[in-house]
């Protein structure tokens, strides 16, 4: 039977929080959505499939801050999830940098060789945080050097050195620059004669801004339509899991033997913002179904009047259905859409009666 995968879970699970912090890490993190990244933006791999880069380019388990990768579920073994290098850089005299998602990558090098990437991923919701991003990305980038002595060299063997991308995803950035990724690294200029360097020995710090836009723009495709759908907070999970399947062939089931299949909690995780969104909605409908039967009249006037004093017939009839819908859209019990519509003990005793008889 087929049952969703990891991915899958994490768009139904994150809902309209997917461009909050802690959803859209969690969402990045998957092995596909990197190979995408890592295929559109990174140079080492433009000739490899996003197939492989998943299965075979990517290393370990790479991690997402300081937290699990999928907390609210243990990783079934798939590998689907990265956890791999740690994200937490110490320094006694620089401080602590938190990276969002830090990983290993290798790539093919000079001849039968293979390089080893060192890849940071940011998600960014305020474009002004009170500094350039830009900034930020290269200072992520210098860290990750500074942070290898030791680590991946020692002494003064610095051409162990491992090359590092910080690639920034802004999910909300000003609309001058929507649907655009633009790339910062080092390069060789020839200011007296022709003497050339190696490139491996000074391409080592790449930072990368993808700042996401809407459809409608040309440049509204491949990984940046990938990356709104995925992370937008106003398409429903049902959609973006049709998107990704459709246009970017991302499998969101996998074949088990067993007979078990994980259902979403639909409820989970939902925002304050969403709870009065379903409130208003359940009165629209409810508002909608006054009318179809026939007691427009009596609804104008409790919107005049008030909730709390809504004419007996179509008021009545409009917030019976308003609470149905909150019990049934958000998984909520009789009182807590009652509370949510702020009925008073009287009107919440009225409609627990109703409720019963028409059940």
Known sequence: METENTLSKSISAAGDKAAYDAACKRLLANKIILAWIMKSCLEEFRNISVEDIAEKYIEGQPRIAQMGVYPDEKDPGDGELIQ????????????????????????????????????????QNDFYPGYPIIKRGIYYCSRMISSQYGVEFTKSHFEKIKKVYSIWICTNPPKYCQNTINRYRICEEHLVGESREAKENYNLLTAIVIALGKPGDGNYTGILKLLEVLLSSNRAAEEKKRILQK?????????????????????????????????????VQGIQQGIQEGMQQGIQQGIQQGIQEGVQEGMQQATLSSIRNLMISLNMTEDQAMAALQLSDADKEKYRKLLHQTQ
Do not use: H, W
Request: aromatic letters at 10%; glycine letters at 10%; charged letters at 25%.
């Open 247 to 283: 246009d970017f062939q991302i499998k969101m089931t996998y074949e088990l033997e067993s007979e078990v299949q994980t259902m979403c909690n639909l409820s989970k995780g939902i925002e304050e913002r969403a709870l009065y969104q379903g409130v208003a909605k359940g009165f």
């Open 84 to 123: 791999g290098s740690p994200t937490e850089d110490s320094s006694m005299t620089e401080g602590t940098v938190t990276f969002d998602i830090r990983f290993k990558a290798i790539a093919p090098g000079a001849g039968n060789e293979y390089i080893t990437l060192i890849i940071n991923v940011e998600a």
